[in-house]
């Protein structure tokens, strides 16, 4: 991450990258995060991350992996099934909502299904949608909504694990 005059951008290698604008008054430099209480780290936690949009996938995969979690990450429900079916057992699976084809909801009851002792995230941003509909979000399964801040993210993923 570099630090821009009038917003934050993101680059990773693999991709292009893309820019979060600054918010004066709240967060006046990198610092920002580091000087918040720490969240207390795993100990290597395997987590499943399913999200269909690149630039959050990848940051989200990165603030997750230098925070100590191992990640498996995918764009879709279908890619996450066979790693469920393939790459052994893992402690979490986050999962955005709205997805090509099978949604984060349904990813979500199928494998608990195959792994009842599984962990569940939600992420969306349309959350007025799902909120009040147990057929559509289960009330067990917490929901982080976007946008998010990556110490949001830290102590939902902490909290659910």
Known sequence: M???TD????RRASSRGFRVPSIEGICSSATCIE?????TPPTTQRI???????????????VLSESGYEITAVGDAEAAVTALCSAGSFDLLISDIRLPGMNGCELAR?????????????MTGYAGQ???????LPRHIPLLRKPFT???LLKSVHSTI
């Open 130 to 136: 799902f909120a009040g509909d147990p057929e559509i």
């Open 110 to 122: 199928h494998a608990m299904g195959r792994d009842p002792a599984l962990r569940v995230l939600l």
């Open 2 to 4: 570099t630090r821009a």
């Open 48 to 62: 499943l991350l399913v999200e269909d949009d690149t630039a959050i996938r990848e940051l989200t995969e990165d």
């Open 150 to 152: 990556l110490r949001e």
């Open 35 to 39: 000087n918040s209480p720490a969240v």
């Open 7 to 10: 917003s934050l951008e993101y």
